[in-house]
C-alpha cells in the first residue's frame, strides 16, 4: 500500500540531461489518486537476499557495474554475506544465470548485469536482444524479479559514462529497481495472504506493524 513520504524512490526519478543540456526523460512524479489501493515499493533491502549474475566480458566496465550494484545494495540495507554473485562468460549467457539463480528459491530479487558494445557485425544486436528478452523471461517465468544491468552501447565511451561511480552507474540503478520490485511484491503478498484468523473467542495475531 502507499506510505506517504516513504514511498518515494531515491535516484530513480533524477532528471538526468542529454551531453546539450535537454532532459532525457519526463520530469515529475507518479502520481497515483489517493482514492485508490495502490501498492507502492521502495528500495528496501532490509532482511533481503540478493543474486547477482555478471559477465566477465568487457570485464573492465562489468566490475564497475558490480560495484555500483553491491554498493547500492548495502546502502539500502542488504547485508553483504546475503549477496551472491554468479559469473557467466557474456551477456549472452546472462538469462541462464538469472534462471538458475531463480530457482534456488534463496533471492527476493536478482540483478544481472552485462556490457555490450556495438562492434561492426551485428554479432551486437543478437547478444543484446537476447539478453534482453531473456532476462524478461527468466523473471516472468521464475516470478522472481530480474532487473537489466546491461550496458548496450554504442562506444566504450558511452559504456564509462554509465558505469562510473555515482548516480548514474547502471548496476546501481538495476540493484534499486530489483529491490523495489521484492518490495512492492512483499507487499501485495501480504494483501494477497494475510495471516491466517484466530478462532472464535481467541485474540488474532498481531497486525502487520504491530509488536
Ligand atoms: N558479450 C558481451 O557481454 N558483450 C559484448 O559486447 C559481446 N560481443 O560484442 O561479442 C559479447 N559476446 C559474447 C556473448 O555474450 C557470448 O558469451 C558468446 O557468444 C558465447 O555464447
Keep these: 500500500m502507499s506510505e506517504g513520504p516513504d514511498s518515494r524512490i ?41 543474486g ?6 568487457n570485464g573492465e566496465i562489468t566490475t564497475r557495474l558490480l560495484d555500483g550494484a553491491v554498493e547500492a545494495l548495502v546502502r539500502s540495507g542488504v547485508q553483504r ?13 546472462l538469462p541462464l544465470g538469472a534462471v538458475a539463480l531463480a530457482r534456488t528459491r534463496r533471492y527476493q530479487c536478482i540483478v544481472a548485469l552485462g556490457c555490450v558494445i556495438r562492434g561492426e557485425t551485428p554479432h551486437f544486436d543478437y547478444v543484446a536482444q537476447e539478453a534482453a528478452s531473456g532476462l524478461q523471461l527468466a523473471a516472468l517465468e521464475t516470478g522472481v ?3 537489466f544491468g546491461v550496458l548496450t552501447c554504442d562506444t566504450l565511451e558511452q559504456a564509462e559514462a554509465r558505469s562510473r561511480e555515482g548516480e548514474d552507474n547502471k548496476g546501481a540503478e538495476a540493484a534499486r529497481s530489483a529491490l523495489e520490485m521484492a518490495d512492492v511484491f512483499a507487499r501485495l ?23
Design 10 to 50: 531515491e535516484g530513480a526519478d533524477a532528471l538526468r540531461v542529454t551531453e546539450d543540456g535537454q532532459p532525457e526523460h519526463a520530469p515529475g512524479r507518479l502520481e497515483i489518486p489517493s482514492e485508490l489501493q495502490a501498492f507502492v515499493g521502495v528500495p528496501n533491502g532490509v532482511r533481503r537476499s540478493v
Design 52 to 57: 547477482i549474475v555478471v559477465a566477465h566480458f
Design 81 to 93: 554475506d546475503r549477496i551472491e554473485v554468479l559469473q557467466v562468460p557474456g551477456a549472452f549467457e
Design 145 to 147: 524479479p530480474v532487473s
Design 189 to 211: 503478498r501480504r494483501v494477497a495472504s494475510p495471516p491466517p484468523a484466530a478462532p472464535a473467542g481467541q485474540p488474532g495475531p498481531p497486525a502487520p506493524g504491530q509488536a
